[in-house]
């Protein structure tokens, strides 16, 4: 057992390496480790062989294949049972949230054995007049499976966002009476309700010539669509590319960083993926309407929006355990490929076609917000850090694989801990928590002009020097709400 | 006032630039002597805008629209407030006096002249004695057996825009020290102005020399030697041109240039490519168009970013300051900082340098004695350079801004390293334009004299000072490992950032709406108060007990059921909408055509509180035009009212 051998002397290190190249000069050689966090070291090896071999299995323990081998199976903490609780999300406990609304909802376990849509978890919620029949016939013509399921219910006005794959409409509009059913089923008769699609309405067309394509309008009628283009999958993976070059650039040309900077676009999808997650906030929490997001596969850009939505309305999810929830429910279980989109961070090849930091745009829309209201989230910058490492590498089970069903045969609830539970334990709460953090009820919509939008440097330069700083005046501003506290509790002591 | 010609106009629309909705308030607009007034006519609210004559930099009219004739003022603080104006006639007669009355020809007509903030003689003669220069040099420990006071400028005689009391080495001999005030541009010669007690290397600074191709100097190249032997542990000095070298060689054609290295046995010459001022002006004009454009997409504005340049040029100054405090802190060799005149460039290095070296100058006090001595003391002209009177456009640059900015850098770098905030910043910024107290007027120490101003106008430092707990940092500390000792600023390109306070102050949805500062200030009052009262509990019940009773403090987590003011509650979005009259508006939710009447149900806190830091003098900070909340209470500039009287008659 020569691996978690290797992974017990730098646990943390060598889980994140990814690529190494190595130069030799006579007797010694060097060896460059460029990790999934963005850290770069360089080792300086005596003896040329021994370096060799070094490098070569880094590399080939730093790319596994198979999930079962991979770190999170070996890591057995002494202060952690695999007897505890495995993830936060819950539908039983989400239908109980629907309150008055319960009647017209309900749990289907249409999906238990993933036969249905083998991206979703086997519970779902969907509208109490349909029938497990009609949820199967209308996930025939969905992408993947993936029919419209309820994620997130608005308690002040009862609307609610559903999200699903594209229609499998093709080039002859073909249509679906059970899928129209289904939606039907989600607004009353007299109401309407908006579909954003994540792509423009050209993209949207030009998916029928492959067997895709839009809901259209005429079999939905009460339905409106909004297109909002947002880039994927490779573009995402470029851009992420270019900015981590343009961060690493040496130069001091403050000209060439802002234009490399403009031309790695990042800043641009953060702007897109807030705009159109205000937009569909806004739908519901102003417009007073219920939506259905979906993009091509429903699993990149629409948990991304359906997910910062909810962010922005619901100030539950804004706690601690609300965020780490949200991120279970409408990543996690919602079926994203974080095995896929995840594997090499931003060195990686280009062979690599499914790489696309989808999340991590996610984990930088959601700093955003924590940067424009920084009294409104219960969570700190130091766990927004601590999710996107571990989403690329982690001691814990919950980033593996791309779905509940691909966790289910390696058997990753029993096998491996929850990261989830491991950040809320008490003694991790406080670092993970916002020491302003001021509940409110209100609707926090973010500013979306470039003036507002910063690169998130914390995660960019986490290696600087200069994030020292600002972690010095994070702690700075504990210490001064512990003091604080400690002297209003005092003083009501001695008023007792 | 005879350039008044309209002072009042009814039914005037206000429109709220900064508030994407693009919000229209009607109202009555007054001029008065000093102020341009606008109160809105909704009775609730009567909200009061206004703007001080000498802060707006220009008026524009741009063609006559059929709902009447506009006016936009761009001021100097880079607010832009823009009016509707029924009568064409009214809207020139405005334009005109408002033309006018932004540019005075004399220093009499300027504010400070008229603005009394009802305080005695003797309150004045305090006020001006707050900052003492000659306290600082002691603080840092000269005069010495290095350095000592000389009387050869007294009376302004050796150089008029040098102060009277300077410090050179003690081995320059008065013939030297004229000699080399000969030799140097205007008479600035080399002169002490921060001395390192670690190290004993001091920075010291003057103009160029008058070298031109091959001329040279005796009595400055034994001043320099004097400069260096002033400091024991060095046998060189670092000579810092501040200009690019292509700059300082074409100046020697005009008899001008920079020290020979031939000549001057035991410099180091150093150039370090600051941009002049007209280069800055233009720069700056570009930074405030990027602010301006109404929806650019990321690329536009960071292209307009880079474009402009502004960001380059403030680490060029920031580059320039760390050099030279590096030097003297880490290599103890003394610095000698030039440029052209000696008073822009020179000014923005040798204070940067003090900041990063010398903890004092990162204090609320410490900032106020170095801008009056590098500054205000050594000559900076800032009568030209921020146009306090009508004169030549081309000696305007934002030299000073660009120093408060270089601080503002810093300040985001070590956010425990400052005790004041940006809002001190902001407010010195606003000072500086604004004419109402007489520090900033004039363009050097002699001029100041000459106008009386210590007689006849206020200081802006204990004005400020009396004010400092609106501008503390709650995360300084003294202690702090970031507040002591020198600061080493990391200037690699992506730290600088567009300060967005400064240039979009107005743009509300462009500022976070929450600010951890001010709520974290408010919690350290608390505990402090509460600590007090805890100990004065303490001592009642020693009294009444007769003996002591203590109670062990105990941390707690952090209840959150206090409810604080603070807040800045969120505002609706329409950024993320189509514009109003986008044709296509049926098709898409109500909410794409109206974003005005949904506004109310979901955001009762839309708008910003009263800034607390609204100083009840400074009616050029108290027209909050974007805020939605009126507080006429705290706007209405109570100190001056019966002054401004609304001078409708």
Redesign the interface.
Known sequence: MKLPIMFVIYPEKNVLCFCSTTRTSGSSGTVTIKCKDLRVFQLDIPGMEQCLNIAHSIEALSSLDCASEMYPFFYRPQDLSLKNQWGLSNPVKDFAQLGESQDKWRLSEVNKDYSVCPSYPPVVIVPSAIDDDTLKKSARFRQGGRFPVLCYYHRKNGMVIMRSGQSLAGANGKRCIEDELLLQAVIDDSDKG?IIDTRSSQQAQQARMTGGGLDLKSNYSCW?R?HRQMERGKVLQESLIKLVEA?EDQ?????????K??NS?W??HV?TAL??A??LA??V???G?SVLVHGSNGTDNTLLISSLAQLIVDPHCRTLEGFLTLIDREWVQAGHPFQKRCAHSAYSHARLTQEAPVFLLFLDCVWQLW??????LGFSEALLLKIAKDVYASNYGNFLCNSDQERCALGVKERTHCLFQALMRPKEREHNSN??????E??????????????W?ALF?RW???FR??E??QE??RN????????????E??HT | MEHIRTPKVEHVRLLDRSCPGRKISVGTLYLSATHTIFVENNPETRKETWVLHIMVNNVERPPTIPTGSQLILRCKDFRVIQLLIPQERDCMDVHSSLTRLSRPESYSELYCLSFNPSLNKEEREESWSFIDLSADYKRMGVPNNLWSLTTANSEYRLCDSYPSELFVPKSATPAVIVGSARFRSRGRFPALTYFHQDTLAAVCRCSQPLSGFSGRCHDDEQMLQAVMKSNPGSDYIYVVDTRPKLNAMANRAAGKGYENEDHYTNIRLHFIGIENIHVMRSSQQKIIDVGEMRTPSMADFLWGLESSGWLKHIKAVLDAGAFIAKAVAEEGVTVLVHCSDGWDRTAQACSVASVLLDPYYRTIKGLMVLIERDWISFGHKFSHRYSHLDGDPKEVSPVLDQFLECVWQLSEQFPCAFEFNERFLISIHTHVYSCQYGTFLGNCQKERRDLRLRERTHSVWSHLWKERSEFTNPLYRADHSQTTGVLRPNTSPYCFKLWKGLYNHADKTATPRQSPSECLSAMREESQHLEDELAIQQERITALMGKPITWEKRTVPRKTSQSREGWGGPDPPSTYTYPVTSPAQNYYPAFLSDSTNQRAPTSPLGSKPPMKGHDPDDTSTCSDVESGVADLSSRSPSGEVSEVSLSTA
């Open positions: 908006y409106s909004l961060c130069s001091h040309s403050v000209d060439r960083w802002l234009s900077l403009e676009k800043l641009s702007q705009k159109t205000g937009l806004e739908c929490e102003r417009d309407h940067h424009q209201f920084p009294l409104a020491p302003l953090y001021e509940p409110t209100l609707a926090i919509w973010p500013s979306t002009y470039p003036q507002s939008l910063q690169l440097r330069f600087t020097q200069h700083q600002l010095e005046a700075e501003i001064l709400v512990i003091q604080c506290c400690s002297a209003r509790q005092n003083t002591r001695k």
